[in-house]
């Protein structure tokens, strides 16, 4: 990889970082414009985040955060944990950007900018009258998510430079989510769900889980993280899946910002905070992206992977639409489903489930756990069904019994299904799927939906009865 920026790069990263500070300088001729702001923050990421990787790649070499490209001939080392850098990246901006959101309350709505010329009583100083109207619980939502995601980044790099045991990290993402919960239970509390029409004649029209919306809300701090970290081992598919998300994220946002939607719509707040943590998330991955794409130049390391799931966390609890969110990881559902015969040890399970690569012909094999004794007959009786639906595949002895059967990830699956592969067209057929899904998946939420449910949220399409 080349370790400086070339002529045609430099030019083009200082010309959309001059764009875009040109761009936050004018926002604040008017009201902040946070949306308008955050895109350009986004471009600034992007730059600052393309420029590091390029810079900083031989000292993460020569401190010994390296790596080998096992699905390559040439087995050079790349720089790894290029994921710390994104997150490093990130929580700068996001920090910068919190005056934005807040511009137009400092200057307009409190007893200071806005309200220079306007003739207070000392009394009403005093009992600072006008300072109610700063929206103190938009901000702490803002500050949580801060403090749970460089909580969650520290992880990552504790895993990237420790080797930390899956069973001892699977639990730490809900650790991490503690400042967001608490801020959740504060400011908003809500702990009732909407109830299908078909079950509300026996639960009635709101369920309230209690304590256990608060486990769900844990839960879903946990599976974000470990799910992405979960479905990696081939070149640019831990970040093109995040971006993928990242942006079906962004496009529900887009539709309840939408002219058709009415306005103003309860949510409006809940989907702006969305965007302001999506969009520059978006941009360090694109710079990430480039650089981790087939062939790698460089390794995103689990830092990367933990602080990705954690910002579609974060957004999902505080932006109101988790289950919104679970209908985009339809895919990392299936793959912890399918890999947890191996996760929890019903099945070997070698420490790296990667695809094989096969150096004579280039392409991808699906890798296999080798049975040193054979399975029990209850398991072997599952492994030749699945075998038998082209879930997996198996390969036994003279005596028909099993000696070796494919990794349980969806990666090896895909090269059961369509044979060997190159590694980009195997990174592209799961992207394809990952796209077709979470289409689908917002299809249901806003118009399947509706089958099930009275109305949906954005405030029309109301089911007729």
């Given amino acids: 990889m080349a370790t400086a920026l070339s002529r045609a790069e430099t030019v083009t990263l200082l010309s959309l970082s001059a764009a875009c500070f040109g761009i936050i300088a004018n926002t604040f001729h008017g009201n902040g414009e946070p949306l308008i702001a955050s895109i350009a923050f986004s471009g600034i990421a992007f730059s600052f985040t393309f420029s590091l990787i390029r810079w900083l790649g031989p000292a993460f070499i020569h401190a010994g955060l390296k790596g080998r490209d096992m699905c390559k001939t040439k087995k050079v080392e790349i720089p790894e944990t ?10 700068l901006v996001i ?8 511009y137009k309350d400092i200057v307009a709505a409190t007893s200071g900018g806005g309200n220079r010329d306007v003739v207070v009583e000392l009394e009403q100083l005093e009992t600072g009258r006008l300072l109610h109207r700063f929206p103190h619980s938009k901000l702490a939502s803002y500050l949580s998510a801060v403090l749970s995601l460089q909580a969650v980044v520290l992880l990552g790099i504790g895993d990237d430079l420790f080797d930390i045991r899956w069973r001892h990290k699977f639990f730490i993402p809900a650790f991490a989510s503690i400042p967001v919960l608490v801020v959740y239970f504060v400011d908003f509390g809500v702990t009732k769900v909407v109830v299908p029409l078909s079950f509300q004649q026996y639960f009635g029209e709101l369920l309230d889980l209690g304590w256990l919306y608060y ?14 970290n979960i479905l990696a081992g081939i070149n640019g598919i831990e970040v093109s899946q995040s971006l993928v998300i990242a942006f079906l994220l962004v496009l529900n946002d887009a539709l309840y910002l939408a002219p058709r939607t009415p306005y103003p719509h309860p949510a409006t707040d809940s989907h702006l905070f969305s965007l302001y943590l ?6 360090v991955s694109l710079a990430l992206w480039w650089h981790n794409w087939f062939p790698a130049k460089v390794f995103v390391g689990d830092t990367y992977c933990y602080f990705a799931g954690m910002v579609f966390a974060v957004v999902g609890i505080l932006g109101h639409f988790s289950k919104t969110l679970l209908l985009l990881f339809i895919p ?16 070997p399970c070698p420490r790296h489930r990667l695809p094989r690569f096969n150096a004579r012909t280039g392409l991808l094999e699906p890798s296999v756990t080798q049975w040193q004794y054979p399975p029990a007959r209850p398991v072997a009786v599952i492994l030749n069904v699945l075998h038998r639906l082209r879930l997996l595949h198996v390969e036994k002895n003279g005596n028909g019994q099993i000696v070796e059967s494919t990794n349980f990830t969806i990666l090896n699956l895909w090269l059961v299904w369509f044979g060997p592969m190159r590694e980009d067209r195997l990174a592209i057929g799961i992207l394809v799927m990952q796209i077709a899904c979470g289409l689908l998946g917002l299809v249901v939420r806003h118009r399947l939906a509706l089958w099930v449910f009275r109305e949906d949220n954005r405030g029309f399409n109301i089911l007729k009865r």
């Fill in 82 to 91: 290029m994921g710390a850098l994104c997150a490093a990246v990130y929580l």
């Fill in 278 to 283: 999506l969009l520059p998330f978006i941009g």
């Fill in 215 to 228: 486990a769900y809300m844990a839960a879903i701090a946990i599976f974000c993280p470990n799910s992405i």
């Fill in 332 to 347: 990392q559902i299936f793959n912890f489903i399918y890999s947890a015969p191996q996760l929890f040890r019903l099945v």
């Fill in 95 to 102: 920090i910068v950007f919190i005056p934005f959101p807040f």
